[in-house]
């Protein structure tokens, strides 16, 4: 018995599906509960096109479900119902592409011995394995969304498909499910239909209200911006410094907001513009910014405040060309802070670095030379002060105060008022919503 398990080890296989297809039955037959650690950085790019070219050169690596170190079992009340399956187990193999035989193959380094017991009962009862059966079958995965768009309970689902397809999924499992379905159950509508009403009705409510759409190639949805006529209004009146950036889990369906913001009078933060897109690459940042600058009066903007994303920078000072761009000293620090933090040097030289670094920030050209003159200093044996001179010195007029005595900024440093305006959304906004309801809570942040 253990040496036929042990002899899928010593076999060869074509390409990548044909290694994966082999994998499952195996993991299946010998209750192997045995995850993927990607430990390639080629590989664990999200763009999967071109898979095999690039894995050729790689290496993939898979582990037991129950590796890594074991977590202390400290709980702080946050999360009182988490709990972690590391138990140090030990087991491991990795697969690579053997260019000579054009194979793929394992390597001889690998552990195949568990720390704990594997059996069927066992096997059946983790939860990656109940979800592959769930989502892995096209049976199951209908017969449980039809039942949860007919309003079945959660009880009444688990029952039936336990006893048509021998599943025991839980009603955590059921209730994961319901969220992950790109279906809402509000009248039957799926999310996109339901989207396309909220549409309609925004544009309805006030013919100013502008929304424009990007799909792909596909007909799915890119990027989804959204200005109404309030948000007009504050941008027309109040246009002198603008604050960007981008949020996440704000959709179950993984979509970033960016959001534009103005200050008014009270030197508080309001939203004059959103862009929900599915990522924030170089397209999709034009066209946010194309549709703002259609829509609005963008020469009256003297500063942009950003973080430090230069692809974002760039694009930016096409459509800005008027204004200013400033970094967030928040950010700033925020990034050094943890680039300081990665040297191999001791605490009290990383300290004295991000002492002086932040003496750059505010200094007026006095002391510039002997303040870097000690990070240079206190780096000694590290790439920090190459790294530092060529990604921040370059573009010292973004960060250091100095450069910012002349501008019409409000004595604004940082993207605070997009940070707290972020923090409130997400007390409205949830992860597990759909598209169609985030779109509504973000109007609702509008009118309040």
């Known amino acids: 018995m253990q040496e036929d398990k042990d002899s899928f080890f010593t076999k060869q296989f074509d390409n990548w599906e044909h290694f994966e297809e082999q994998f499952i039955i195996w993991c299946n037959h010998y209750h192997e509960p045995v995850n993927i650690k990607r430990s390639s950085m080629k590989y664990n790019e999200k763009t999967m096109n071109g898979l095999f070219d690039r894995f050729r050169y790689e290496h993939v690596k898979y582990v037991c479900h129950h590796s890594g170190r074991a977590r202390r079992n400290i709980k702080d009340g946050s999360r009182p119902n988490q709990e972690s399956a590391r138990i140090d187990c030990e087991f491991f193999f990795k697969i690579k592409h053997d260019t000579d035989i054009n194979k793929i193959i394992f ?21 990656f394995i ?13 017969l449980c969304k039809t039942l949860i768009t007919a309003n079945a309970s959660t009880y009444n689902n688990r029952k039936l498909l336990n006893k048509k397809f021998d599943i025991n999924l839980t009603r955590k499992d059921i209730n994961n499910f319901k969220q992950k379905i790109k279906f809402n159950l509000v009248g039957n509508r799926t999310d996109a239909e339901l989207l396309q009403v909220w549409i309609d009705e925004i544009l309805n409510e006030n013919p100013n209200n502008s929304i424009q759409i990007k799909l792909n190639e596909d007909g799915n949805l890119e990027c989804l911006y959204i200005q109404t006529m309030q948000m007009k209004a504050w941008l027309e009146k109040y246009p002198n410094i603008l604050h960007l950036d981008s949020t996440i889990k704000v959709n179950i369906e993984n979509y970033q907001l960016y959001i534009c913001m103005a200050q008014n009078a009270n030197l508080k933060g309001v939203p004059v513009s959103y862009c929900l897109m599915n990522s924030g690459n ?6 946010f910014y194309a549709a703002m600058r259609d829509l609005n009066d963008l020469q009256k903007t003297q500063v942009i405040m950003v973080d430090k994303d230069l692809t974002n920078i760039d694009i930016l000072q096409h459509f800005f060309d008027k204004a200013r761009i400033l970094l967030c000293v928040f950010h700033v620090l925020k990034y050094l802070k943890s680039r300081v933090h990665e040297l191999r040097i001791p605490l009290t030289n990383r300290m004295n670095i991000m002492k002086n670094i932040r003496r750059l920030l505010y200094d007026n050209d006095q002391m510039s030379a002997i303040y870097l003159k000690e990070v ?11 790294y530092f001179e060529t990604n921040w010195l370059s573009c010292c007029e973004m960060w250091q105060t100095k450069h910012r005595k002349n501008l019409f900024n409000f004595d604004t440093d940082t993207n605070n008022h997009l940070e707290r305006f972020n923090r409130t959304l997400k007390d409205h906004i949830l992860p597990k919503m759909h598209i169609s309801e985030c779109v509504v809570k973000l109007i609702l942040a509008v009118d309040d």
């Not at 380094?109 to 059946?124: F, G, V, W």
């Not at 170089?282 to 066209?287: I, P, Q, R, T």
């Open 107 to 127: 390597t001889k380094i690998k552990n195949l011995k568990h720390n704990h017991p594997i059996d069927e009962r066992i096997y059946k009862n983790y939860s």
């Open 282 to 287: 170089k397209d999709n940042l034009e066209f």
């Open 376 to 386: 240079k200093t206190e780096s000694e044996g590290t790439d920090f002060y190459q």
């Open 130 to 142: 109940r979800n592959k059966e769930l989502k892995g079958n096209q049976e199951v995965h209908d």
